[in-house]
C-alpha cells in the first residue's frame, strides 16, 4: 500500500525550495508503472493526534502561521529551510495524517507492508521546526504503534541524522531509533554522534553510524547490514518503521556521500526480510529527503515498493516513463532520466582507504556500544 493523493502536493514551501511536490509526479508515475495500485489518500491529522508528540503551543503556531504567513519568525519557521506558506498547518497535517493512517492499516493487520512517500520529515521537534520538516509524521507513525503496545525498531537511512525522532524517543526503552548519516561534523544538523545513546531511563535505544563526506555504497552497505540484523536481534521489535532519505545519493545537492541505487536495493531488501523475521511483517516505510527529482527519489521510492511487494527490481526503466518525464527534467538540469532501476557496479569510484577504515571502526564501536548497553 502506497499513501499519496491530493494532499501530498499541498507540502510546498514555494518554487525554489528543495523539498519540492514535483517529485510526486515523476515518483508516483514510476510507483504505478512498477506496478503499485494500492493507494491511500492523506488526511490532515487531529490536532490531538498531532499532540501526542508536539507541544499544543507549537501547533498554535503553526496554525497562526498559515494563516498569516509574513508574521515575526518563530519556532523554527521563517526565511530560510522552513518558510512559512498560506495553508501549513493543514498540509503539514496531511503529512503527518498519511504516517498515522498508515500505521492504523498495519495495526488492524489490513496490510503488512505500507509506504509513504512524501513522509520521513524526521526534524521536526516537539516545539520546532527544523530541516524542511513541521510535524514529525514518521515520529507519530513510531508513537502509534508504541502506544498499541509494540516494540518499535526505526531505521533513518536519510543522509541526515534522524534528530527529532531521536528527540522524541530520547528516554522511551520501547522504542530504539537507529541512524545511519553523513557525519555532523560536516553535515547539517550536526549532530548524530557515536556519544548519542539514549537517556538514563532507555540507555543504548539511541544508535548512530555517523559516516565520513565521500563514503561510497561499500561502508554504507557495511553499516546497513551488519548494525540493523544485530540490533533487531538484541532489541526484539515488533514493530519496524523506516526512514528512506535517498539524499545519500551521489548526485544529489546537498551533501556528500556517494551512494547508488543498487545499495538502497540492497538495504531495502534486507528491511523486508527482517520485517518478516522479527516483526511478523509489520513494516512501515517513508520516504524523506531526496533533491535530485528525476534521476533519484523516482528510482528511490519504487525499489522500497518492490522490496515491500516481494518482486525482482526490473532491468530497465520504462520507456515511457522516460520520455514523459524527459524534457521537465531537463528543464531543471536533472537529466536524462536513467535507463535502468540498479545503477551499473564501479559506476562510482571505490572509497579511499581512509575513509573505508575509519567508517568501519565507527561501525563497530556503535554496535558493541549498543549492545553493551542493550545488554
Known amino acids: ?213 565521500y563514503s561510497g555504497d561499500g561502508s554504507w552497505l557495511e553499516a546497513v547490514e551488519t548494525v540493523v540484523p544485530a540490533l533487531a536481534e538484541a532489541f526484539r521489535p515488533t514493530m519496524l518503521v523506516t526512514q528512506h532519505g535517498c539524499d545519500s545519493y551521489e548526485l544529489d545537492p546537498l551533501a556528500h556521500l556517494r551512494m547508488t541505487t543498487a545499495a538502497y536495493w540492497r538495504a531495502d531488501r534486507l528491511l523486508d526480510e527482517i520485517a518478516h523475521r522479527r516483526t511478523d511483517g509489520r513494516w512501515l516505510a517513508t520516504g524523506g529527503g531526496g533533491y535530485d527529482v528525476y534521476r533519484v527519489v523516482p528510482r528511490a521510492w519504487s525499489l522500497i515498493w518492490l522490496a515491500q511487494a516481494h518482486r525482482e527490481a526490473p532491468d530497465e526503466v520504462p520507456v515511457e516513463w522516460r520520455t514523459r518525464w524527459a524534457d521537465e527534467a531537463e528543464a531543471f538540469d536533472q537529466g536524462p532520466p536513467p535507463t535502468a532501476y540498479l545503477d551499473p557496479a564501479g559506476m562510482v569510484a571505490s572509497e579511499p582507504a581512509g575513509i573505508a577504515s575509519a567508517n568501519r571502526r565507527v561501525v563497530r564501536r556503535a554496535l558493541e556500544g549498543a549492545l553493551e548497553l542493550l545488554g
Open 1 to 213: 500500500m502506497v499513501v499519496w493523493g491530493d494532499w501530498s502536493a499541498r507540502y510546498d514551501f514555494g518554487e525554489w525550495h528543495p523539498l519540492t511536490p514535483r517529485r510526486f509526479g515523476p515518483g508516483v508515475d514510476l510507483l504505478r508503472q512498477s506496478g503499485a495500485s494500492q493507494f491511500l489518500e492523506p488526511q490532515p491529522a487531529s490536532e490531538g493526534d498531532l499532540e501526542r508528540l508536539h507541544e499544543r503551543s507549537y501547533v498554535d503556531a503553526v496554525k497562526a502561521f498559515s494563516i498569516d504567513p509574513d508574521r515575526h519568525s518563530e519556532v523554527g519557521i521563517g526565511p530560510g529551510d522552513c518558510p512559512a506558506f498560506r495553508g501549513m498547518h493543514d498540509a503539514s497535517a496531511a503529512v503527518a495524517g498519511g504516517s498515522i493512517a498508515a500505521m492504523d492499516r498495519i495495526l488492524s493487520d489490513d496490510v503488512e507492508h505500507a509506504f509513504h512517500p512524501g513522509g520521513g520529515l524526521h526534524h521536526a521537534m516537539a516545539g520546532r521546526a527544523s530541516g524542511f520538516c513541521i510535524y514529525n509524521d514518521v515520529a507519530l507513525g513510531v508513537a502509534r504503534a508504541r502506544d498499541a503496545g509494540h516494540r518499535v525498531l526505526y531505521v533513518d537511512l536519510d543522509v541526515h541524522h534522524g534528530d527529532g525522532t531521536q528527540a522524541l524517543f530520547w528516554n522511551d526503552p520501547k522504542v530504539l531509533t537507529l541512524s545511519i548519516h553523513e557525519s555532523g561534523r560536516s553535515l547539517f544538523p550536526g549532530t548524530g554522534f557515536l556519544t548519542e545513546t539514549g537517556g538514563p531511563d532507555a540507555p543504548g535505544t539511541a544508535v548512530n553510524v555517523p559516516l565520513e563526506p
